[in-house]
């Protein structure tokens, strides 16, 4: 079959640095167009792009079947409303949108226009959670009763861009916490309750720098943790049940292998450093060293032009980012008001 004529908007960090090469590289989709006023780096860095630099002319092409959204956090859901009124499938990048009823309203629109719509949760496909989860289905930590995980970075400066700007949408909670609470959702699904700190730490910040979020399943917890000021990271995962403990230190280099330039698909993409692989304890005290499964970014927009072929399921289901964004929503009411929220 054809690849699927893609449509691209927003050629920023995300855009430039994930979406595009990764559509470029996915079997199935071809990366035909990209909406942005950055003409002359899109001409540079894919001259087999069309160049529009106002969206909706990426929107209104015919050519276009899928359209990707990896715009400002703000403008996610006003987009993805017109590519599927214009008859597009749509892939947005994450957080979904800014509240849930945003993300209701999208999701049924969807499926009125008989279009699918996907959220790109590529942290799925880090190779450290890969093995986490990995783990966990296999049964060998047992019944899990604590799991953290760490998004912890060393930022003291504030960067430039809208991320750490005071607008809709921005700051770490939503940045990095959408990550983080995919990840738990995938493993666990929608906790009882939120408890979450969420401030800003450096002096001259403007939005959240500082998340510290619990997730309440009953007897187990997930804390999610993030922080712009951490020089000397702990691990990025512990998985504690009473099978075994599993402790991870590292985080998966794609990311910085995109913003090196890479591509995808060359030789050892994917792969941990074997000096970082992690540890996993069992019951009886006895020490495994856990090889790393291979992270696999690809996998998700292959799986999108699996799923518009009606050949399988999206890789990430728009109902699943309602989710995220419904945690979110609790953990900002839980930071603000001091207090545990039901969901």
Do not use: C
Request: glycine letters at 10%.
């Amino acid at each position: 079959m054809q690849p699927i004529p893609t449509g691209l908007i927003g050629y920023g960090t995300a855009g430039a640095f994930f979406h595009a090469p990764l559509i470029a590289a996915a079997e199935g989709l071809r990366l035909a167009a990209i909406g942005s006023r950055r003409v002359e780096e899109i001409s540079r860095d894919f001259p087999e792009a069309r160049a529009y630099e106002n969206p909706q002319d990426l929107i209104s092409d015919p050519a276009i079947e899928l359209v990707v959204i990896a715009s400002p956090n703000d403008t996610h859901a006003a987009l993805a409303r017109a590519a599927l009124e214009a008859g597009k499938h749509v892939v947005v990048d994450k957080p979904f949108t800014l509240n849930a009823a945003e993300a209701e309203a999208l999701i049924a629109l969807a499926a009125d226009r008989r279009r699918l719509i996907s959220v790109f949760q590529n942290r799925r496909w880090d190779n450290d959670f890969l093995t986490v989860r990995r783990l966990i289905e296999d049964g060998r930590l047992g019944e899990v009763v604590y799991f953290e995980a760490h998004f912890d970075r060393f930022r003291p400066e504030i960067k430039q861009g809208w991320r750490e700007t005071e607008v809709p949408g921005s700051g770490l909670l939503y940045d990095l916490g959408a990550h983080l609470i995919d990840q738990a959702l995938v493993l666990f699904g929608v906790p009882r309750a939120v408890t979450a700190d969420v401030m800003k730490q450096r002096a001259a910040a403007k939005v959240d720098d500082y998340f510290h979020v619990v997730l309440d399943y009953g007897p187990r917890r997930a804390v999610l943790h993030a922080s712009v000021l951490v020089r000397d990271p702990g691990p990025r995962y512990l998985v504690h049940g009473d099978g075994g403990s599993f402790v991870k230190y590292g985080i998966d280099g794609q990311e910085a292998a995109l913003r090196e330039g890479k591509r995808p698909g060359g030789a050892g993409w994917g792969e941990d450093d074997p000096a970082m692989f992690g540890r996993f304890t069992d019951a009886d005290g006895s020490a495994t060293t856990i090889d790393t499964l291979p992270g696999r970014y690809t996998e998700y927009y292959e799986g999108v032009a699996t799923a518009i072929r009606g050949e399988g399921d999206l890789p990430v289901l728009a109902q699943e980012a309602r989710d995220v964004i419904r945690v979110i929503e609790a953990a900002q009411i839980s930071a603000r008001e001091r207090r545990t929220v039901p969901l």
